[in-house]
């Protein structure tokens, strides 16, 4: 399997329940990203994996917590979310953590908090 | 404040006649900036990006203009075809800063037979 994959690609859960999005990259990068995307606004950046290294923590809620366990898997644990956290988690990946490297998506993994 | 803008929310333009699409940014930090389409249930695919040392960067059928000094881009996509109905986002990002991307929020692209 090539590119960048994400799993599940659609997730339901209730506000106390304890989730993990999953994200697997196939291209031999050495960065990791999560992004968000709402409804009606733009992707925003949430955390970004340099070597397995947190290197950007951009203000987000303790109910997210990524892991990295090395540089091709990427993990975003879940647990006691608001409603107004529904929303497309994307993953991505790029060779480095340098601004001028492409970064490569993965389909998403649509959330639904209840 | 957002540092990308895509002011226009959507686009129609009739097949084969070129599609404009624009961006505007506020950081003059950014120094890198990219196109990326998007088709619903999938992730956004990149397109085509250019360097801040650089004013055009062409790939077939699609063309990036980059105005610094107005701190504008626009991507040209001629001549349009239908499977280039999508949601184009542009992004930026400043080498040495931050490690994500800025992104506008789209341009929703329809293209008309």
């Known amino acids: 399997e090539t590119g960048v994959t994400q799993t599940p690609r659609h997730l339901v859960m209730g506000m106390t329940n304890k989730k993990s999005l999953k994200c697997e990259q196939h291209l031999g990068h050495n960065a990791m990203y999560w992004y968000k995307q709402s409804a009606k606004k733009p992707l925003e950046l949430m955390f970004v994996?340099?070597?397995?290294?947190?290197?950007e923590n951009n203000s987000v809620p303790s109910r997210f917590s990524p892991e990295c366990p090395n540089s091709s898997h990427l993990f975003l644990h879940l647990h006691t979310l608001q409603p107004e956290d529904s929303a497309l988690y994307l993953c991505a990946s790029s060779h480095s953590s340098g601004g001028s490297d492409t970064q490569y998506f993965g389909p998403g993994t649509r959330l639904t908090v209840l | 404040d957002q540092q990308v803008k895509q002011n226009s929310p959507s686009l129609s333009v009739q097949e084969g006649r070129i599609s404009i699409l624009n961006c505007d940014y506020t950081n003059s930090m950014f120094d890198y900036f990219l196109w990326y389409k998007k088709y619903p249930a999938e992730g956004p695919t990149f397109l085509i990006s250019?360097?801040?040392?650089?004013d055009k960067n062409e790939d077939g059928r699609f063309t990036v203009f980059l105005n610094k000094s107005a701190k504008h881009l626009s991507l040209h996509i001629v001549p349009s075809q239908p499977g280039d109905s999508a949601v184009y986002f542009c992004a930026a990002s400043a080498r040495g800063g931050a490690d994500g991307l800025t992104f506008g929020k789209g341009t929703h692209l329809i293209i008309q037979p």
């Open positions: 994996y340099s070597l397995e290294e947190r290197v």
């Open positions: 250019i360097s801040s040392i650089k």
